[in-house]
């Protein structure tokens, strides 16, 4: 047997001129990068174990050390050292390659080629300084039109939505409709809501509204479970989205009972593993989320691993300790749009009506479709996760190569919800890779009501995208259950970067919708005319319903 | 005692009332005509009865946290899903995903269940979930399971032969991704049938208490003669081990 073949992905560089022999790269390194040998006196590193997270980069006092890619492979345009590294990798130990974070390959970046508009005298700029200018969204299905109050408890007729559209439309055609439809064809019902009288009482209208929550910027923490992310860390982003008044999402690892001063901002997710889920639970958080897929890892389940269960994971969860915490891939009780529906009316039973309820799925080929059913199956608010988004813990070979950019999903969903007439009873949200304000205000004129952000959220309190996530070792204090790792996270400190983050985010939003002359985030969702491509081919331009740079209006 | 007429309610009245009474007060309930209303009990947190005549439809006491349901007849599917404590006792048949991701409190079914019966049942320090199945149990039963008891009875049917390279009481993939809790199937543990995951003993009733007890908890409540079941041999399965899939994972790095 050869050696391993495997080399060093990075190298460590320490100045020695610059170093004082501190230690405190030997403590920052949740690798065990450092070591001091005490036999020799001198600081050495194990370059192997490096996974260039930095963290000793920015701790260093002196600035001694730097991190340098390890040129070890002779350099090949097609076996490229990733695919090498994996190869070589899995030759040694089998196996299924781990990784965290979201797919960083080379894939088109939409969002890099579409440029927004602005307003030049014809139709003047507003400006944000002096004029207010709108941010404010309700998440939550909408009434399509005025209910009486009559008919039921909170406006949606006894019979919900009907899962089929009209007459002329035959429900299995319409699964399979082409965005194109036919003329006359296109009448689609939407239950005893549409047909419904509009009652008109002593001059007001009688209409009760479907249970809604108020988000004061349209950017909502996505969903990171305790177990995947430490609690300091969730600590850190509930604290600034009470803060900022929007919501961030427990994902699927129960509710630790420190987060109940900030149920009021919670989304409680409900996924096939089913952890923490109980009526307090559901009952705690003001939106339940059914997290069918995610876009890190379509298709596949969760799994934290049992070493990662310690006691009060455990607790949270409802397993014992040392147990792995298996989510399977697909729900067991939902094999079909109609068990979705189950589920969806088990948690709107389970709550008296009184919670939106969330359906989040992962940007895949069909998406337009599978959205228009959950839609139809009673989703008050769809998710959907694109490509780039972020996970704990997924397969490489599933996190690179499966799934559909944001950009085009979002574009596709939207398209096909409004030529089914579903697009203004459901709340859109986009997530998977929103990195600035401008990919948020092109994601929301792409179809969007508000963008969800983990990644970018995580990159405020550190990350320095290493993607180990899934070992538990994160430098960063993050990704961890280390209590020596966890605690450099302070939550008073995290949430502060997170709200400053989206304070910048909100005045740079309405920068962007003041120069287009657009006061208010609804106007500004599916506002496609702002958008205009560069560098796509005609196709692209299509999928994304965006015109050509230098089209005029 | 109160009584609901649930014939030709929507399942949103039926249970809005359910509720209504509750709050009110009323610790039992009896729902008379019930034909295929959903839902029914999901996500009651009260100590209360309910008593259904008639076919409870899907999603019976779902995500419920303390009741106690008994229905005079069958059940649909996912009898307490995501159930968190209480009892359902179910006096006929049941559909599929019974107990589904279910965290406490027990199931009875006294006649056959469906198929993927409680897959992904789970326990912890301060419960322990339960299903006994009076008669049979489709595919998949136990799937994924982390906890809690699941036992099979196989009361109803011709009864096993034990020559035969068949355990008519349960279907196929006994037990895939286990990795907690206990299996008792009666009879034989047919390879074919059952998960490589897992540890298959035999064991009778009296060897073994936590069997007995639950069969005697069968037996007292649907008020059977049982006592011919302490006599047959029990498959147990359990994990060997609490990480069924770890090996699957490159670890190197």
Redesign the interface.
């Known amino acids: 047997m050869p050696r391993s073949l495997m080399q060093p992905e990075f190298l460590v560089q320490r100045d020695k001129e610059r170093c004082i022999e501190c230690k405190t790269c030997v403590r920052q390194c949740g690798f065990g990068v450092h070591e001091y040998e005490e036999a020799r006196g001198v600081l050495v590193s194990n370059d192997s174990e490096c996974v260039s997270c930095r963290r000793c980069v920015v701790f260093c006092p002196t600035g001694a050390l730097q991190i340098k890619k390890n040129e070890a492979y002779r350099e090949n345009s097609y076996w490229t050292e990733d695919r090498l590294r994996d190869l070589r990798r899995q030759a040694e130990f089998g196996g299924t390659l781990l990784t965290g974070m979201g797919c960083d390959r080379t894939y088109p970046i939409y969002f890099d080629h579409i440029l927004l508009n602005a307003s030049q005298v014809t139709n003047p700029p507003i400006d944000p300084l002096r004029e207010p200018i709108e941010t404010r969204v309700y998440i939550g299905r909408r009434p399509e039109k005025p209910v009486p109050a009559s008919a039921s408890g909170c406006g949606i007729p006894l019979t919900g939505m009907p899962m089929q559209v009209s007459a002329e439309v035959p429900a299995a055609v319409s699964a399979e409709m082409p965005c194109e439809m036919p003329k006359g064809a296109a009448t689609v019902e939407l239950g005893e809501m549409a047909k419904g009288p509009t009652t008109v009482e002593s001059g007001e209208m009688a209409t009760e509204m479907p249970p809604a929550v108020k988000l004061e910027i349209p950017v909502i923490f996505s969903a990171m479970s305790f177990g995947s992310i430490s609690k300091n860390a969730i600590l850190s982003i509930a604290r600034a989205a009470a803060s900022l008044g929007t919501m961030f999402n427990t994902g699927e690892g129960g509710m630790h009972r420190d987060l109940e001063p900030y149920k009021d901002h919670m989304i409680v997710q409900v996924a096939s593993g089913r952890f923490g889920v109980d009526p307090s639970y559901l009952n705690a958080g003001r939106i339940i989320e059914i997290k069918i897929g995610q876009g890190a890892k379509p298709g596949i389940g969760g799994h934290l691993p049992g070493e990662k269960v310690g006691e009060e994971i455990a607790l949270t969860r409802g397993i014992p300790r040392g147990s792995d915490a298996i989510s399977p891939a697909p729900h067991h009780d939902i094999y079909s749009i109609e068990d979705l529906r189950q589920l969806i009316y088990t948690a709107k039973e389970a709550t008296e009506y009184r919670k939106p309820v969330s359906v989040k799925i992962a940007a895949v080929h069909n998406v337009a479709a599978i959205a228009s059913g959950a839609a139809r199956a009673g989703a008050d608010i769809i998710a959907v996760d694109g490509l780039r988004g972020g996970t704990g813990a997924a397969p490489k070979m599933i996190r690179d190569n499966v799934g559909l950019p944001i950009e085009l999903a979002i574009s596709a969903v939207d398209r096909r919800l409004r030529r089914e007439g579903l697009r203004e009873k459901v709340f859109l949200i986009a997530g998977g890779g929103i990195r600035c304000s401008a990919d948020l205000a092109k994601i929301i004129c792409l179809g969007a009501d508000a963008a969800y952000i983990g990644t970018a959220a995580l990159l405020a309190l550190g990350c320095h995208l290493c993607h180990k996530c899934y070992t538990g070792n994160c430098s960063w204090g993050i990704a961890t259950q280390n209590p020596y790792l966890t605690r450099r996270i302070n939550p008073e400190l995290g949430s502060q970067r997170l709200i400053n983050l989206l304070t910048a985010w909100s005045h740079e939003l309405k920068e962007i919708m003041g120069a287009m002359g657009i006061n208010a985030i609804e106007s500004l969702r599916g506002n496609r005319l702002q958008l205009r491509g560069v560098g796509l081919p005609e196709n692209e331009l299509r999928e994304l319903e965006i015109k050509q740079a230098g089209e005029a209006m | 005692m109160e009584i609901i007429e649930g014939r030709n309610l ?4 039926l ?2 009332r359910v ?1 209504g009474l509750l709050a009110n007060g009323a610790d039992r309930l009896v729902l008379r005509g019930v034909n295929g209303q ?2 029914i009990g ?4 009260d100590q209360a009865c309910l008593e259904i005549e008639g076919t409870a439809g ?2 019976l006491g ?4 303390g009741p106690s349901v008994s229905v005079a007849g069958n059940a649909q ?2 009898v307490g ?2 159930m ?1 404590s209480g009892k359902i006792a179910v006096w006929g048949r049941a559909g599929d ?1 019974v107990g ?2 279910m ?1 406490g409190g027990t199931i009875l079914i006294r006649g056959d269940a469906g198929w ?1 019966i409680g ?2 049942m ?4 301060d ?1 322990h979930p339960v299903i006994i199945i009076g008669g049979t149990a489709g595919g998949f039963l136990g ?2 399971m ?2 809690g008891t699941i036992v099979v009875l196989g009361m109803t049917g011709d009864g096993i032969n034990p020559t035969d390279t068949v355990n008519p009481l349960v279907g196929n993939y006994v037990a895939s ?1 286990m ?2 809790g206990t299996i008792f199937v009666r009879g034989t543990a047919p390879q074919w049938q059952i998960s490589n995951q897992v540890r298959v003993e035999f064991v009778k009733p009296a060897q073994c208490g936590e069997l007995l007890l639950r069969i005697r908890e069968f037996a007292d409540e649907f008020g059977l003669d049982c006592s011919g079941l302490l006599q047959e041999t029990f498959a147990r399965i359990t994990p060997l081990g ?12």
């Open positions: 929507h399942y949103r009245e249970n809005q509720r959903r839902y999901a996500g009651l947190t899907n999603n779902a995500m419920m946290n599917d996912g899903n995501t968190f995903i589904y991701g965290r993927r897959i992904h789970k326990s912890s320090a419960r799937e994924y982390a906890g991704g990795h907690g609490v990480r069924p899939y770890a090996h699957l994972y490159d670890h190197s790095a």
